[in-house]
């Protein structure tokens, strides 16, 4: 039991030493080469790894970018949006499916215009720790519809919640609870944002 122990741990060990050479060379077909070409196949995977950082530099900076043009896209949209356009809503007494338990989220708020996926976060309290979440909240004048990120393009699955209600009940201020069997479950209140007029009439609902 000892050897075989001791043979593994070595095979191991041998395993995590194998040499690797530039541009995928075999061991063997590395060997063959001349000490110049070694010194061009250096050079030359040298320049594919700085190509490849720079390539991801580029692809970082342009997601970053695309984020903040949603980012302000959204604010515009939020600014000019009509009454009955933008939907405020705060989750309360959350609780995140995590595997087979449910743990609590801390609460969090969605700020959403009419026709567009807006972006949200939620964090997850685990024994004292937070991990953050990302989600994705839409709105089509009636349903308010929360789904983790991955399956937003997928609204009427288990893994998003939905709030109902008319645009009578969103100007007086919406109180209810959702529950989904895997993703969330919580109680959450809602309420019509003024518009770019303000509120018709002067008077807001009460989500107290």
């Keep these: 039991m000892k050897h075989a122990l001791i043979a593994g741990l070595c095979a ?6 194998f040499a690797t050479y530039p541009l995928d060379f075999s061991e063997e077909e590395w060997e ?23 390539r991801r530099t580029a692809e970082a900076q342009a997601r970053e970018a695309e ?6 896209e959204l604010e515009v949209r939020r600014r000019e949006a009509g009454y009955g356009e933008r939907l405020q809503c705060v989750m309360e007494q959350g609780e995140l ?37 990302d989600g994705i909240a ?6 308010l519809t929360l789904c983790a990120e991955r399956w937003a393009s997928r609204p ?7 709030v109902l209600g008319t645009f009578e009940d969103y100007r007086r201020g919406l109180r209810t609870s959702v529950d989904s069997e895997r993703f969330l479950r919580g ?15 002067g008077r807001r609902g009460s989500l107290r």
């Design 12 to 17: 191991l060990f041998l395993t995590g030493c």
């Design 32 to 54: 063959s080469l001349s000490p110049e070409e070694r010194l061009a196949a250096r050079e030359k995977q040298a320049e594919l790894d700085r190509a490849a950082a720079e």
């Design 67 to 72: 984020a903040a043009r949603q980012l302000a």
């Design 97 to 133: 499916r995590s595997g087979s338990r449910w743990r609590a989220v801390e609460p969090f708020a969605v700020d959403v215009v009419e026709g567009m996926d807006v972006p949200f976060d939620y964090r997850e309290q685990d024994r004292g720790r937070h991990r953050s979440n």
């Design 138 to 143: 839409q709105f089509d004048g009636t349903t």
């Design 156 to 162: 009427d699955s288990d893994y998003c919640v939905r």
């Design 187 to 201: 109680d959450i209140r809602c309420q019509l944002a003024p518009g770019r007029d303000g509120v018709p009439g």
